[in-house]
């Protein structure tokens, strides 16, 4: 019943920026935290930054800098905007949330379709 839908993707030359959005909707009781990963060819999935409710936000070190992570609790959307892009950070980047779909159930992670980057002169 919950469901992340991503936007933002697309082509951008090197020195670049894009922002990237996430929104939750669905059976939602309470959202710990929401964050984004990113998956290149060849690659692992690995994490760009996550940010819990009424915590500090983390980046992975290579992005910190370039990249900022917002939410908008009130629309249970994760932003994630990218400046200085370089070709390496071409991936797909996929949004994940970390949800108690009702207040007496655990909390799952949910995961988006994934939105593509690509970062090319």
């Known amino acids: 019943q919950v469901q992340l839908v991503e936007s933002g993707g697309g082509l951008v030359q090197p020195g670049g920026s894009l922002r990237l959005s996430c929104a939750a909707s669905?059976?939602?009781?309470?959202?710990?935290?929401m964050g984004w990963y990113r998956q290149a060819p060849g690659k692992e999935r690995e994490l760009v930054a996550v940010?819990?409710?009424?915590?500090?936000?983390n980046y992975a070190d290579f992005m910190k800098g370039r990249f900022t992570i917002s939410r908008d609790n009130a629309k249970n959307t994760v932003y994630l905007q990218m400046n200085s892009l370089k070709p390496e950070d071409t991936a797909v980047y996929y949004c994940n949330a970390n949800i108690h779909p009702s207040r007496w159930s655990q909390s799952y992670d949910y995961w988006g379709q994934g939105t593509q980057v690509t970062v090319s002169s």
């Open positions: 669905g059976s939602i009781f309470s959202i710990n935290a």
């Open positions: 940010i819990p409710s009424g915590g500090r936000t």
